[in-house]
């Protein structure tokens, strides 16, 4: 009896002497799972959908085009702007002839003014003598006069109408409003085509020719396949030795009785917890029941190099939030990474049946 008991023991022992070894370094966790960036396709215009040019699940390039909408009122709103374009620009060679009609009129006023001087300074001279009569002074004083008036006024019309043009050419005011408004038409048409914007999948796919799409409102869901992980939540005594590059294998439930081989990338510094403190308030610790306190988990980031994103050949499949299984192999123990082969292995076996 006693030898039984101390036989027990010695495997409890030797038990609790292999887990705590193995849990520092060939940590096991079935709490992990197929992530990628999921995207919103967002239409930046509103209209008809005409044409859905995918179908769901169906792997597509980057810049395919995903659905097309209505193209007709954009197409009139650029033809408009083009139009609009070309009015400015008649407007602006309109106002430009009128600045050339001013500076000639201009010219006129100064050369009828420096002529009027020249005749005034004459009958001046011989008033002086005697010779003229003042009458005729007085009418070369009133003629200089209104020489004067009309090159001011010839000056003034010519600042008006400088002022009417603006800046000559392309630079002009109008002829730069034109422009803006052809190139937000030329914009809004070109994003009646909403394209795949990096290679990946097409997901929940409920819309057909007929669905009304409106600008900002999600239209389907992509999904990236050329940036794919595993998260994988361990306790924080797991990580003693986690380094990143540290070797991992996986175990997809997609792919039962398959074991990939994989590396950690990163891994999260924080996570959240229930009753988090907010700013100017007292710490709330989280609370534990029971005499054993709930081990904290914090993902890890876990790549599969061995996978080639976004190619429809490749026999691994994946899907968002798919399970997994995850050993990571830290220490260089050759029997703990044997045993953990084994398990691993194991466990993906047993994918055939749950």
Do not use: C
Not at 322 to 349: C, E, F, H, P, T
């Amino acid at each position: 009896m006693r030898k039984t008991i101390w036989s027990t023991l010695a495997v409890i022992v030797i038990f609790m002497i292999w887990y705590l070894t193995a849990d520092r370094n060939t940590p096991f966790t079935g709490n992990a799972r197929v992530k990628a960036v999921a995207t919103q396709i967002v239409p930046q215009v509103t209209g008809t959908v005409t044409e859905v040019l995918v179908e769901n699940g169906q792997i597509v390039e980057a810049g395919d085009v995903l659905v097309r909408i209505d193209r007709r009122p954009y197409e009139i709103a650029k033809a408009k702007a083009e139009a609009d374009l070309e009015a400015a620009t008649q407007d602006v060679g309109a106002s430009s002839a009128e600045v050339s009609a001013a500076q000639a009129k201009l010219a006129r006023a100064q050369s009828d003014l420096d002529t009027m001087r020249i005749q005034s300074e004459r009958v001046f001279a011989l008033e002086k003598k005697g010779l003229v009569p003042i009458s005729q002074a007085d009418n070369a004083r009133g003629q200089l006069a209104e020489s004067v008036a009309n090159f001011e006024n010839a000056q003034a019309d010519l600042e008006k109408a400088k002022q009417r043009l603006g800046q000559e050419g392309t630079d002009n005011p109008k002829i730069q409003r034109a422009l803006a408004d052809l190139s937000n038409a030329e914009l809004d048409l070109e994003w009646t085509e909403l394209k795949a914007p990096a290679t990946g999948v097409v997901s929940n796919l409920l819309i057909a020719p007929g669905t009304y799409a409106r600008s900002g409102q999600d239209l389907l869901t992509f999904l990236d396949a050329t940036d794919l992980w595993i998260e994988a939540y361990f306790t924080e005594n797991n990580l003693g030795n986690a380094q990143v590059g540290s070797p991992v294998e996986v175990v997809l439930d997609m792919h039962p009785g398959r074991v990939v081989p994989g590396v950690i990338e990163s891994f999260s510094s924080a996570v959240s917890i229930s009753g988090g403190d907010q700013p100017g308030e007292l710490a709330s610790p989280p609370s534990t029941k029971g005499f054993l306190r709930e081990p904290e988990r914090f993902p890890v980031r876990i790549i599969l190099p061995g996978y080639e994103a976004g190619n429809a050949e490749d026999d691994l499949r994946f899907q968002l939030n798919g399970q997994a299984d995850v050993i990571m192999y830290l220490g260089d123990g050759g029997l703990l990474n044997m045993v953990g082969r084994a398990y691993i292995r194991l466990v993906s076996i047993m994918t055939y049946a749950y």
